[in-house]
């Protein structure tokens, strides 16, 4: 079975720094793009990061650009995004999601979401 195992999330200051982790198993690792989702509190699921495991080509949105950077190992499969300068619009559950085909066709498999709170 494939599961994505999503920890990290918390409380923190507005400026402050946390480090998402993501560990996936029963997919071939190498083969695959890892993202992170978000969903806040009476909005629509976004996007955030994604990374693509074989090449290490990235992509932020705009929002995060230069505050979040998405790494992989993957010795430990496992996909990390480090949020520094957090803002209190970065409020949200944080899923990861692994796409195993990268043919366009969307994210095929979901970890538990993670929350994260950022008081100002």
């Known amino acids: 079975d494939v599961q994505l195992q999503a920890s990290g999330g918390g409380l923190v200051q507005a400026g402050g720094s946390l480090r998402f982790s993501c560990a996936v198993s029963?997919?071939?690792?190498?083969?695959?793009?890892i993202a992170w989702f978000r969903q806040a509190p009476g909005k629509e699921r976004e996007g955030v990061s994604c990374i693509v495991s074989a090449t290490g080509d990235t992509t932020y949105i705009d929002s995060v650009k230069g505050r979040f950077t998405i790494s992989s190992d993957s010795a430990k499969n496992t996909v990390y995004l480090q949020m520094n300068s957090l803002k209190p619009e970065d409020t949200a559950v944080y899923y990861c999601a692994a796409d195993t085909d990268l043919q366009g066709s969307g994210y095929q498999y979901w970890g538990q979401g993670t929350e994260v709170t950022v008081s100002s």
């Open positions: 029963g997919l071939t690792f190498e083969n695959s793009a």
